[in-house]
């Protein structure tokens, strides 16, 4: 009885928290939750990975609990779109992975223990996981392998050249998140106004504080692997991009590209040798060139691409940056 009792619960919050409407599909969506190259993935098969999700794995539970499941379905979606676009990377870049590994990794199957309650870390990289072991454990384990191969062809060779400017509350004063937000959006704007916009504004703004400010300054991505998997090392040359670099403090970063080199090692004082968690987020950004070679159309009941995060965000305002083209210069890929 009591399991009885357990699983009519378990029914009663998927049906409050699963059900998603479906009136904001847009067109030639009805039924998709993501087409990706004329290939549609169902609204029905996000469904199904979600109730797995629930069913199989204590975390997955929990979620449920806290009307937190719209984030596994953005999740899926992400990595429908990230599977193609690591496809598409691996097969331009010649990497691959040895089939004896694939399945010396399967037969280990890092994927097959289930997400109890209970996780140490943050809630994004916990759905990540979650995701990843509710999708084919095949794709889930070979495309992260791809993704770190990636990371690892260039995170010592990449680097920019950038003009920069911080945006932050004057000291002594309580940071307004959407005001800081707003500020960089329009210095963004400011900066993509013309080839010479942000030049000239980061010129102005270094005459008061040199520390916030800096033309064609070098970023090589071997230099913190932390901050490399941030959009200024996946934007292409004449973009501006605002974003925080630490979402935790209430600084935003506008920059605009100026030239991206990622043709031999570079020497750099590096900070530490990358963790596998670091390559994994830098392999990710390294798809970033490869976006606009994959056609995708996303149901807006699980939101809206966001290139600075390399995710779905639930809507435009909740975008983690933007990234403009520079008004009269042509984007440029590596």
Same mark, same amino acid.
Not at 37 to 44: I, L, N, Q, R
């Given at each position: 009885?009591?399991?009885?009792?357990?699983?009519?619960?378990?029914?009663?919050?998927?049906?409050?928290?699963?059900?998603?409407?479906?009136?904001?599909?847009?067109?030639?969506?009805?039924?998709?939750?993501?087409?990706?190259?004329?290939? =549609? %993935? =169902?609204?029905?098969?996000?469904?199904?990975?979600?109730?797995?999700?629930?069913?199989?794995?204590?975390?997955?539970?929990?979620?449920?609990?806290?009307?937190?499941?719209?984030?596994?379905?953005?999740?899926?979606?992400?990595?429908?779109?990230?599977?193609?676009?690591?496809?598409?990377?691996?097969?331009?870049?010649?990497?691959?992975?040895?089939? =004896?590994?694939?399945?010396?990794?399967?037969?280990?199957?890092?994927?097959?223990?289930?997400?109890?309650?209970?996780?140490?870390?943050?809630?994004?990289?916990?759905?990540?996981?979650?995701?990843?072991?509710?999708?084919?454990?095949?794709?889930?384990? %070979?495309?992260?392998?791809?993704?770190?191969?990636?990371?690892?062809?260039?995170?010592?060779?990449?680097?920019?050249?950038?003009?920069?400017?911080?945006?932050?509350?004057?000291?002594?004063?309580?940071?307004?998140?959407?005001?800081?937000?707003?500020?960089?959006?329009?210095?963004?704007?400011?900066?993509?106004?013309?080839?010479?916009?942000?030049?000239?504004?980061?010129?102005?703004?270094?005459?008061?504080?040199?520390?916030?400010?800096?033309?064609?300054?070098?970023?090589?991505?071997?230099?913190?692997?932390?901050?490399?998997?941030?959009?200024?090392?996946? =934007?292409?040359?004449?973009?501006?991009?605002?974003?925080?670099?630490?979402?935790?403090?209430?600084?935003?970063?506008?920059?605009?590209?100026?030239?991206?080199?990622?043709?031999?090692?570079?020497?750099?004082?590096?900070?530490?040798?990358?963790?596998?968690?670091?390559?994994?987020?830098?392999?990710?950004?390294?798809?970033?060139?490869?976006?606009?070679?994959?056609?995708?159309?996303?149901?807006?009941?699980?939101?809206?691409?966001?290139?600075?995060?390399?995710?779905?965000?639930?809507?435009?305002?909740?975008?983690?940056?933007?990234?403009?083209?520079?008004?009269?210069?042509?984007?440029?890929?590596?």
């Amino acid at each position: 009885m009591r399991i009885m009792r357990r699983r009519r619960a378990l029914v009663g919050v998927l049906a409050g928290s699963l059900l998603l409407a479906g009136c904001n599909a847009g067109p030639g969506q009805v039924g998709a939750a993501v087409l990706i190259d004329g290939k =549609s %993935v =169902s609204v029905d098969r996000v469904q199904q990975m979600i109730d797995k999700a629930v069913r199989e794995h204590p975390y997955g539970q929990k979620l449920a609990k806290e009307h937190k499941l719209d984030l596994v379905g953005r999740e899926i979606v992400r990595q429908e779109i990230l599977h193609e676009l690591t496809e598409r990377a691996a097969q331009r870049e010649g990497v691959r992975v040895d089939e =004896s590994l694939a399945v010396a990794a399967l037969q280990k199957d890092p994927l097959a223990t289930p997400m109890e309650a209970t996780q140490q870390g943050d809630t994004e990289t916990n759905v990540q996981q979650l995701v990843a072991r509710v999708r084919d454990h095949r794709d889930a384990l %070979v495309d992260a392998a791809l993704q770190t191969q990636l990371a690892l062809k260039y995170v010592d060779k990449l680097v920019v050249t950038v003009d920069h400017l911080a945006i932050s509350a004057p000291e002594g004063t309580t940071p307004n998140a959407n005001e800081l937000r707003e500020q960089a959006f329009e210095k963004a704007r400011q900066f993509a106004a013309s080839p010479d916009a942000a030049a000239q504004a980061v010129a102005q703004e270094a005459q008061g504080d040199s520390q916030r400010a800096g033309l064609g300054d070098k970023a090589a991505a071997a230099q913190s692997p932390a901050f490399a998997s941030t959009v200024m090392f996946g =934007s292409p040359v004449n973009s501006v991009t605002a974003f925080q670099p630490t979402p935790e403090r209430p600084e935003w970063l506008v920059v605009a590209v100026r030239e991206r080199v990622a043709d031999k090692p570079v020497s750099v004082d590096q900070e530490a040798q990358p963790t596998a968690q670091q390559l994994a987020k830098v392999g990710v950004r390294f798809l970033q060139p490869y976006l606009d070679q994959v056609d995708f159309t996303v149901n807006p009941r699980y939101g809206v691409w966001d290139v600075v995060g390399m995710d779905l965000a639930a809507n435009e305002s909740s975008k983690k940056g933007i990234v403009l083209t520079v008004h009269g210069a042509t984007p440029q890929q590596r």
